[in-house]
């Protein structure tokens, strides 16, 4: 919400909407800043405002792309790897499955052998 200088009601919606960039700062960032015209619904004074505010840099067009192909190297590599944990996760449980399985077994016979003797 966007108060009027005048009769400090609040504005919601800009008439009229454009971006600016500010000089760069030492580091080479740049803001830009979106600024909005706005028209009073109660008294109708005209005023500008900052609608939204971002820093930007300038980056050469080489290195972005030395970034984007990077990150989407890791992005595979952070799925095989989740993958590889699965892998793990399940044949942990597979071990754990195949211990009861021996043991039940072993039970089994156990069981056959105690039967076997009353029969």
Known sequence: MFQCPE???ENKKPSR???ILD?????GLFNERGVGIFQCVRCGTTFPSVVGNRQLAIVDANEYSKL???ITDILEENEKLKEEVDVVSLQA???ALEREV???INEKKELQIKLS???
């Open 7 to 9: 009769c400090k009601t």
């Open 23 to 27: 000089e760069p700062n030492r580091s």
């Open 117 to 119: 003797r009353y029969r």
């Open 102 to 104: 021996s043991a039940l």
């Open 93 to 95: 449980k597979i071990d």
């Open 68 to 70: 984007t192909k990077r």
């Open 17 to 19: 909407t454009w971006k």
